[in-house]
Structure formats: C-alpha cells, structure tokens
C-alpha cells in the first residue's frame, strides 16, 4: 500500500510499499530506503514535520521533514563522535552548550564527562523533546541529569544573548541547511559562537558528507578559518543512515591555549555505560580525509 507522509518542503520523502525513501535536493538522484514494519507517530510542529517508525533493520527511525535524523542502531556512531571528539581534545570541560539536538543523545553522552558542571541546551522544537521522550528512552535518558537545562527556542538568538567567554564548548547538533537550521550554517552564527567561548575554547558542528556537500562544507570551512584564531579541523565518520553513509564534523578552537585535536587529552569513564564507538585510536583517525576532500578542505 501506499502510505504517502505529509510533506510541504523541497524534501519529497515517502512510504510506498512499506518502504520508506529519503529523496530531498540535498542528494539528488539518489534515495536511501529502510523497510518499514510499522508507522508510530506522525505530527507536524511549528517548525517541521515529525516521524517516527520501526524499521526491519535499524529499530525506531526518527524523521524531521522527510530527512532521518537517527536510528537507534547507528546512532551511537553520531552521538559519540560529535561529543568526545570536542570534549576529549580539552582538559576538564566544564560548561557546555549544545545547540539543536533535542532528541537527547548528545547530552547522553556530555554527561558521561565528570568534569562537566553545567550542560545547556537550545533546541527549537519542542515536539522533538517529547517524540524522542516517548519512543527513544535509550536517547532521551541523556535528560535525566541534573545538570541538562533545556531551553526552548532558536539557537541562533540564544547564542546572541550569551555572554561573552562563557562556555568551554559548544556542540551545534543542527539538521541540514534547509529548513529552521538553515542559519546554523551561516558566518554571523560562527561568529556568536566565538564570542560565547573562552579563550581555546573547542566547537563542533555537523558538517554535512564530503560525498555530497564539498561545496557547503569549503564555505564553512572559508568561514571558520575567519573566525576561530585557534585551529580549524574537519573530521568523519560513518553512519549507515545518512545520506552517503559518512557525516563530517567541524571542529575549531578560539585564540588561547592552543588545541590539538587530533590527540585526545582525556578518556572516558566507561563503568556508567560503555561506548558502543568512540575510541582514542578512532579519535585520532577521525581527522583523516581522502585525497580529494583533503585538497579542497586544506587549501581554504
Ligand atoms: N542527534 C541527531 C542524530 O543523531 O543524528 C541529529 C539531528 S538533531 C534531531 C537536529 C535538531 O536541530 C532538530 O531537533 C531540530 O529541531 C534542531 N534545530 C534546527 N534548527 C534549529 C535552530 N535554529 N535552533 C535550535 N535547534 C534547531
């Protein structure tokens, strides 16, 4: 049967005979498909449309305007990675800030640091908060610490009204640059972020796949090299589900002690809960690119 999910963006996703298709002209000509067994929610918030269903494969898949943001198979392979590789390259963080990234996972994994001592978060869409609450416990266990403060409201004015110095690091877990994110992109965002850090301060941001998006990936990195004074890194990984099956991340420090982010200073303690994909050695391996994206990234 046909299932046809509400879109009203450029994305034009669907569930055609129990499969669902990501097609959006961020990938043309090209659609990943998962195996649907059952629909468990569909909405539409102020800001995006929301899904979530069980796939064969991958368990619960949560969708935002046609676009997978997690499954829970592959998502540690995110969630891990755009925490410890900012949080791991500096000693004792303390105060974190985390923009987007409502489902929780990412504030799962900040918490694993004892260090920290305040974990901020602005995520623009509340639904998100609630869906991941309801149908991803494993994700949204990450608001169960008493030190997550959830602010509802765009990341951008958020990061405007944040006095200057105050973070250790910022984690901008945004979706792609169409839609309410669409600013997370832009160089004004970059430079709040700079103002909001201490000096040698680290930031991380997704980054979109160096198979897909070389162009928006050279415009962020041309934008960072302008602001962040300390170093200007991009790194990958791999999850299945994402377009290309790789995300790219980028990671920046403010003037100040300097940075090396590509040896991990501190470790994780795993007695809590242990990683399912994070590691020193894939820290540093992380930071490897091929040839053809290394000429594009090290000549900006
Ligand atoms: N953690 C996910 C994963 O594992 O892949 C990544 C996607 S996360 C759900 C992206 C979040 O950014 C969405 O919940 C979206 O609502 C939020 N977002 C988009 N634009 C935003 C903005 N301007 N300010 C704050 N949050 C925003």
Redesign the pocket.
Known sequence: GVVSVEMEGPNISSVISGWFSEISPMWPGEAHSLKVEKILFQGK?D??NVMVFQSATYGKV?V?DGV???TERD?CA??EM?THLPLCSISNPKKILV?????G??LREVARHSSVDQIDI????KM??DV?KQFFPE?AVGYEDPRVKLHI????A?LKAVPEGTYDAVIV???DPI??????FEKPFFKSVSKALRPGGVVCT?AESIWLHMHIIEDIVANCRQIFKGSVNYAWTT?PT?PSGV?GFMLCSTEGAPVDFKHPVSQIDESVRPLKFYNPEIHTAAFSLPTFAKKVIEAK
């Open positions: 918030s800001y995006q949560l935002l997978i943001q997690l998502e995110y969630q755009i923009i987007g990234g409502g489902d996972g990412v602005c995520e623009i869409d998100v908060v991941s994700v409201g765009d990341g951008v958020f877990d945004s979706s839609g309410p994110a669409q600013e997370l997704q999850v994402y995300i």
